[in-house]
């Protein structure tokens, strides 16, 4: 495993920790190596030792650590500039040497841990010096971090440009949230258990709500965030790769491709906002001054280092959409995603529908809540489901009633970085877990007239919501027009 961008943060946080993890479950091959590629001119030794440190601190790594030397055994460093040749002609003369140290076949994982902007120019030198070529049974892999472009135009290019050197088979576009047990699970729980998908389509359910929920600012990536923006860095991966999960259909197999040609159809059938459409059914927010959880003051976003003092970026995004399938027509899917809200959560919410309310006529019940399921995603993975109940008494009163599973009291807690499974499933070669070229475009195109308007249309009152609150209260509105409102965690 080639890791291009060994000394970023990326690598510190989580891959070396997932690598640790990993070894920890015996789930590495014995002829596994690592080799760390950044401009910084370490020698072997200093890595070595930086990547120690490393595991102590974002690991937890004792200080005597068989499974950490296991790793640096096999861990090697090469300094340089990722668009000078010679660096590569240097790893091809590196990785023929593991091969031979280490028996790993030729079989090599590139892991572009860069920024976004190097990743074309890379793996073009890595096709200039053959080190992707696949030839007499070895296989090379090319691992690509998001953003995956910045809008429809620049994420056709970037498929483009990976598809002159590399075949699809080859390219692993990640996307870390689908790492998370409980996405995973969307499919599990939907086509192993006879009692859901029979009522998961529009007969039964009103609607759907995705919300994604930070209580951290931008931190220190102001300066990416500005190009970026809540909508450009949530909605065409991380969300959209969750209403693809929950509404698609039954593959026929989990095969990686039968999954993601279900996900890929979903995307395609979503209905592309209007000009107009985006006027009512997309909402933008930006964060002022607030406290979270009784901390602060918390700047405004305009105050964050980075971010220039009248800034028009979108830290906050409610939408409405809908699909145009046979299953979900007249179902709408709300999603929201912002930073310094009141609490860290992701969730997805499934409203079914009401009861007939006719049999309560004459008791004192007044209405009938709907039925909720709840997939919580962070930070406490798990499942919760709503249904009504009669409270204790002589007359009769329906209550509202939460039946929940969480995974740590069930299956006990491991330390994870969210990347294990991706990782485990990038060296079996399973793509079930990650992005399509064609999917990628997809949600790009669901996206791209949101885009086109907002950047038409400069927003009117940013800052609109306080840092440490829910959102902007047209958030509230989108829903409310509708008769419904927002599930809150």
């Not at 079989?107 to 572009?112: D, E, R, S, V």
Request: proline share 7%; aromatic share 10%.
């Amino acid at each position: 495993m080639v890791v291009l961008g060994a000394s970023g943060d990326l690598t510190k946080r989580k891959l070396l920790p997932t690598l640790y993890n990993l070894a920890k479950k015996a789930l590495l091959p014995k002829e596994f190596a690592l080799v760390g590629v950044a401009i910084e001119s370490y020698s072997e030794e200093e890595f070595r030792s930086k990547v120690r440190s490393y595991l102590r601190e974002f690991a937890d790594a004792p200080e005597d650590c068989p499974f950490c030397d296991w790793l640096l055994g096999r861990l090697y460093y090469l300094p340089g500039d990722f668009r000078n040749p010679a660096v590569y002609e240097s790893m091809k003369g590196l990785l023929a040497r593991i091969d031979a140290k280490h028996g790993t076949g030729g079989n090599y994982i590139y892991y572009l841990a860069t920024v976004p902007n190097l990743v074309p120019e890379i793996i073009t030198r890595l096709g200039e010096g053959g080190l992707v070529l696949q030839d007499g049974g070895q296989w090379r892999r090319v691992v690509v971090e998001k953003p995956f472009g910045h809008d429809l135009a620049s994420a056709r290019d970037l498929n483009r440009q990976l598809a002159k050197v590399l075949a699809e088979n080859q390219i692993y576009r990640i996307d870390h949230y689908l790492g998370k047990e409980t996405v995973q699970n969307i499919l599990v729980f939907r086509f192993s258990n006879g009692i859901f998908e029979p009522i998961w389509n529009r007969r039964y359910i009103d609607h759907v709500q995705i919300t994604v929920a930070e209580t951290l600012g931008v931190e220190q990536r102001g300066a990416y965030y500005e190009q970026a923006g809540a909508l450009r860095d949530m909605v065409p991966n991380h969300i959209l790769q969750l209403v693809t999960l929950t509404a698609m259909e039954p593959p026929i197999s989990f095969d990686a491709d039968a999954v993601r040609d279900e996900q890929s159809k979903i995307l395609h059938a979503m209905q592309l906002l209007t000009p107009e459409d985006v006027l009512v059914r997309a909402v933008r927010g930006q964060y002022g001054a607030g406290e979270i959880e009784g901390v602060g003051p918390v700047p405004a976003y305009r105050s964050e280092p980075g971010v220039a003092p009248d800034s028009r970026t979108d830290t906050f995004v409610a939408l409405k959409l809908s699909i145009d399938n046979w299953r979900w027509a007249d179902v709408p899917f709300y999603m929201r995603t912002g930073k310094r809200l009141s609490r860290r959560v992701t969730q997805i919410a499934i409203q079914f529908r009401r009861a007939p309310f006719i049999l309560f006529r004459d008791t004192p019940v007044e209405r009938l809540a709907p039925n909720l399921l709840v997939l919580h995603i962070q930070p406490d993975e798990g499942i919760s489901l709503r249904f009504g109940a009669k409270a204790p008494g002589p007359q009769v009163h329906v209550g509202a009633v939460d039946m929940s599973f969480e995974y740590a009291d069930y299956f006990g807690k491991e330390p994870s970085t969210g990347y294990e499974r991706l990782l485990y499933d990038l060296m079996i070669g399973d793509q079930t877990l990650f992005r399509r070229a064609d999917m990628v475009e997809a949600g790009w195109a669901v996206v791209q007239p949101i885009v086109d308007v907002w950047s038409a249309l400069p927003p009117r009152s940013f800052p609109d919501y306080r840092a440490g609150s829910g959102g902007p209260k047209e958030a509230d509105e989108l829903m409310e027009r509708d008769h419904r409102r927002w599930n809150t965690p």
